[in-house]
């Protein structure tokens, strides 16, 4: 007997639509479409600050975000760590995605405005370790990698490569390694994402870091690059009490816990106002904003719901 199976997603268009046409009508003042200076949760033009390390997966929302609310005008500036902090403290912008909340001192300056933050988690992110797909070894003691970080040898690291020397894998890596300074030798540190896959690419033995997202959904320019690199897999020492296991950056492996080096991300909205920064994060946290991310490769916070009818 032959049966028809159909795959029924439930609306997240609607769920969306009615958690954003609430915030939109709330924030009008009586002068037409526009909110507060001529911008409301859907409509007028703000700048959004993204960590370069997740660029992709901002471009990706941004792209469906900008085709449903098309007076909606969101450009995205991409920027090491150090750069968001700069121009958030400079009041350049107030709107950022980065793989951290600000420290309490880092918002002193806004809170001295009497202005609330508004923090959205939305995804949590992976960071990977690449390597030449002519390597013949494809898993990884993580004590290697802190090891040429604290400034010592390593035979099975001989160059680790990172995107920028103020990005934020750098900082988290250098936290885990117990370090305040990068090392003078075997660690080398480029201008961004794709040079690191670029050089990794190019050069059999080293070891580059990158954010996940940028090896599951790359950009076309880099497909032929990512498609001869090799993921490596990693240990656990927290999790693994028996004999030793390793794990790739996987959505599954990254929600059990499993590997190791995982990280939240964040929308911070420093507007102060129901503005574009609250129309975006509330987006990419519903459910049409987390389908897409659960297709970049990235684990979003809310698994979307589905129902499965078989006839």
Known sequence: MNRNRKLKYTSGIIFTGVIIATLVFACKKGNGKEGFEGESLTYGKATILVDNTVQPIVEDVLAVFHNVYDQAHIHQVNLTENEILQE???????IAVMPRKLTAEEEAHFRRKNITPRITEFAVDAIALITNSKATDTILNLREVYSVLQGKPSVKVPKLVFDNPNSSTVKELMRLAGVKSMPTSNVYALKSNEEVIKFVHDNPGSIGIVGVNWLVQPPPALLKYVEDI???ALDNVKIDKGEKEYYKPSQSNIATGSYPLTRKLYVLNY????????????YISAPEGQRIILKSGLLPVTIPTREVEVQ
């Open 88 to 94: 958030l403290q400079r009041d350049t912008c107030k």
């Open 230 to 232: 090799r993921i490596l």
């Open 271 to 282: 507007q102060g106002k129901k503005g574009l920064g609250m129309g975006f994060a509330t």
